[in-house]
T-cell receptor
């Protein structure tokens, strides 16, 4: 086990709704990244947070937003859900942004109808 | 644009065989190349990683071969076992970079 947990494990939403996904990192891990993994594809980088500030973003629109908290938990928020947002959402944490080894959680599977 | 291209999409080998998964990249700024293993219902787990200053790295039954001039790297699994059946992803990033670029994955099945 990586020590990274995510909730919920599964979620069903309808188009246009908003969703919040949660991640709990290992204690001491100051960096958390979020990825979207569509079925049959590799993870796509959404953004990264370091010490509660966003410090990198992939090719995702502003309706994807996040928060990181001092207790090593974080959130991914997605507004105005679209059908194409259906995917497995993964968070990954690491002790510092300069360290390459990142530890993934099991993911949240989101289905948008 | 896919930053890291991975092949094959799927692979079936007999127990004891040596599956080989290949990846290619374009961005010469990449200098960290990890491989991840993912089982159904789990997140990816780091298997082995290499930097471009070496051409080969071995950890247990897993070997990465790296060809800097060709901008290609590959994963070899020696003496493959049914428990190795999983999806494998290659990835690339810049040193201390904040973004990892993943390949599209290879579904490996090892037949007993």
């Amino acid at each position: 086990e990586t020590g990274v947990t995510q909730s919920p494990t599964h979620l069903i939403k309808t188009r246009g709704q908003q969703v919040t996904l949660r991640c709990s990192s290992q204690s001491g891990h100051n960096t958390v990244s979020w990825y979207q993994q569509a079925l049959g594809q590799g993870p796509q980088f959404i953004f990264q947070y370091y010490r509660e500030e966003e410090n990198g973003r992939g090719n995702f629109p502003p309706r994807f937003s996040g928060l990181q908290f001092p207790n090593y938990s974080s959130e991914l928020n997605v507004n105005a859900l679209e059908l194409d947002d259906s995917a497995l959402y993964l968070c990954a944490s690491r002790p510092d942004r300069g360290q390459e080894t990142q530890y993934f959680g099991p993911g949240t599977r989101l289905l948008v109808l | 644009q896919q930053q890291v291209k991975q092949s094959p999409q799927s692979l079936i080998v007999q127990k004891g065989g040596i599956p080989i998964i290949n990846c290619a990249y374009e961005n010469t700024a990449f200098d960290y190349f990890p491989w991840y293993q993912q089982f159904p219902g789990k997140g990816p787990a780091l298997l082995i990683a290499i930097r471009p200053d070496v051409s080969e790295k071995k950890e247990g039954r897993f070997t990465i071969s790296f060809n800097k001039s060709a901008k290609q790297f590959s994963l070899h699994i020696m003496d493959s076992q049914p428990g190795d059946s999983a999806t494998y992803f290659c990835a690339a990033s810049r040193y201390a970079g904040n973004q990892f670029y993943f390949g599209t994955g290879t579904s490996l099945t090892v037949i007993p």
